[in-house]
């Protein structure tokens, strides 16, 4: 059975930064396209990062283009979103996805319905 495990998840004052972590773990294969969604309080699950199986193609949504910043290892199935700049409306419970092509289905609001989720990490910005 796969299942994805987030970490990182913290609370931290605006402009600050945190790295998140999601790995893969029972996959016999390497994952196609792996990506970061997060839900705010009241507002619906937003695609916000994708990444391709190498890891060279990335897809990020304009509400974090700039400051945050998705990677993984060629044929690894771990994937990391490194935040900067952290603004209170980032507030959100972060969610790993994994699933096939396209990959640019992980930005947005239409995510592929066969994707694998994790159980989330929750990302509080608050002085």
């Known amino acids: 059975q796969v299942q994805l495990v987030e970490s990182g998840g913290d609370t931290v004052q605006p402009g600050g930064s945190l790295r998140l972590s999601c790995a893969g773990v029972?996959?016999?294969?390497?994952?196609?396209?792996m990506g970061w969604f997060r839900r705010a309080p009241g507002k619906e699950r937003e695609g916000i990062a994708g990444?391709?199986?190498?890891?060279?193609?990335?897809w990020y949504g304009d509400s974090v283009k700039g400051r945050f910043t998705i990677s993984r290892s060629n044929g690894e199935n771990t994937a990391y979103l490194q935040m900067n700049n952290l603004k209170p409306e980032d507030t959100a419970m972060y969610y790993c996805s994994a699933g096939e092509l396209p990959c640019s289905r992980m930005v947005g609001f239409n995510p592929n319905p066969r994707n694998t989720w994790g159980e989330g990490t929750q990302v509080t910005v608050s002085s």
């Open positions: 990444i391709s199986r190498g890891g060279t193609d990335t």
């Open positions: 029972g996959y016999t294969d390497t994952i196609p396209c």
